[in-house]
């Protein structure tokens, strides 16, 4: 979200109303969980610390509940104080993301066509080339004759002695033929979906939506556990982020950020081991 300083009252509302009602901002940051930094900032109109759409939105209903002030109304002015696309639409970048990605996903499908045809061409040519060189000649060698010599009639005195006939040699037996067992199928594909565990060590709002359905926007509470499975992506958003501790498919995802930071990460089957813990 884009920072906002222009002139204008609706942080000094704020303010005003806080002061009014003897509250410290620490206490507001205690209550609904949201931090300081990003307190100051709504009081100073610096929305740029805010996260976007709704989101930003409940940060002030939070506010304005503590200080007294009608959630609605002061939404209302938040909006007219505001009224840029970061306030009043959902997460932007998601978009941006997607765009960026689908763009880099037609890249890469273009780059790896070009190299199937430019290994195809020269192996087609191959196969015709050795097709066409392996075929007979016609007009080929004949079959070589056989002379038949005449010979003299054979006298009795060269008419050798009779000879008992060698009874011919048995033929071996034969094996049975051998069945071949088929080839092994092949290992059916991976598993594609990611599973996504979420948990917090202190109350912490979220959002989570999953594949374009959103399925979290409240305040968890420490060791309530979110077990989500993903086919395409998720997009999750957190209000403090080092009170996220998340797992992605059953092993450790890293630190989201600081303490008090507002954090949007998404994640796809594809792109989550790039959030994994270093082993």
């Given at each position: 979200?884009?920072?906002?300083?222009?002139?204008?009252?609706?942080?000094?509302?704020?303010?005003?109303?806080?002061?009014?009602?003897?509250?410290?901002?620490?206490?507001?940051?205690?209550?609904?969980?949201i931090s300081v930094a990003v307190l100051?900032?709504?009081?100073?109109?610096?929305?740029?610390?805010?996260?976007?759409?709704?989101?930003?939105?409940?940060?002030?209903?939070?506010?304005?509940?503590?200080?007294?002030?009608?959630?609605?109304?002061?939404?209302?002015?938040?909006?007219?104080?505001?009224?840029?696309?970061?306030?009043?639409?959902?997460?932007?970048?998601?978009?941006?993301?997607?765009?960026?990605?689908?763009?880099?996903?037609?890249?890469?499908?273009?780059?790896?066509?070009?190299?199937?045809?430019?290994?195809?061409?020269?192996?087609?040519?191959?196969?015709?080339?050795?097709?066409?060189?392996?075929?007979p000649t016609p007009g080929g060698e004949?079959?070589?004759?056989?002379?038949?010599?005449?010979?003299?009639?054979?006298?009795?005195?060269?008419?050798?002695?009779?000879?008992?006939?060698?009874?011919?040699?048995?033929?071996?037996?034969?094996?049975?033929?051998?069945?071949?067992?088929?080839?092994?199928?092949?290992?059916?594909a991976a598993d594609d979906r990611l599973?996504?565990?979420?948990?917090?060590?202190?109350?912490?709002?979220?959002?989570?939506?999953?594949?374009?359905?959103?399925?979290?926007?409240?305040?968890?509470?420490?060791?309530?556990?979110?077990?989500?499975?993903?086919?395409?992506?998720?997009?999750?958003?957190?209000?403090?982020?080092?009170?996220?501790?998340?797992?992605?498919?059953?092993?450790?995802?890293?630190?989201?950020?600081?303490?008090?930071?507002?954090?949007?990460?998404?994640?796809?089957?594809?792109?989550?081991?790039?959030?994994?813990?270093?082993?």
């Amino acid at each position: 979200m884009s920072a906002d300083r222009s002139t204008g009252d609706f942080g000094s509302k704020l303010r005003e109303a806080r002061e009014r009602r003897g509250v410290s901002l620490r206490q507001i940051a205690n209550a609904t969980k949201i931090s300081v930094a990003v307190l100051e900032a709504l009081e100073r109109n610096d929305i740029s610390r805010l996260p976007g759409g709704i989101f930003g939105r409940a940060f002030v209903r939070s506010y304005a509940i503590e200080v007294g002030l009608d959630p609605e109304t002061t939404i209302q002015d938040f909006i007219a104080q505001f009224p840029s696309d970061s306030v009043t639409a959902g997460h932007p970048t998601t978009v941006q993301v997607e765009d960026h990605e689908a763009h880099e996903s037609d890249r890469r499908m273009a780059s790896t066509f070009v190299r199937l045809i430019a290994i195809s061409v020269p192996i087609a040519g191959a196969v015709i080339y050795f097709g066409i060189a392996g075929r007979p000649t016609p007009g080929g060698e004949s079959a070589p004759s056989t002379s038949v010599e005449a010979s003299a009639p054979a006298t009795t005195a060269d008419v050798p002695p009779a000879v008992a006939p060698v009874p011919a040699a048995s033929p071996p037996p034969i094996a049975p033929a051998v069945a071949t067992p088929p080839p092994a199928s092949a290992t059916p594909a991976a598993d594609d979906r990611l599973t996504v565990e979420l948990t917090v060590t202190r109350p912490c709002w979220i959002t989570a939506t999953v594949d374009g359905r959103q399925t979290i926007n409240r305040l968890l509470q420490p060791r309530e556990k979110n077990t989500i499975a993903v086919q395409k992506e998720i997009v999750v958003t957190a209000g403090d982020a080092a009170a996220v501790s998340m797992t992605l498919n059953g092993a450790d995802a890293k630190p989201l950020g600081k303490a008090g930071d507002v954090v949007t990460v998404r994640l796809t089957p594809d792109n989550f081991k790039g959030y994994l813990q270093n082993r």
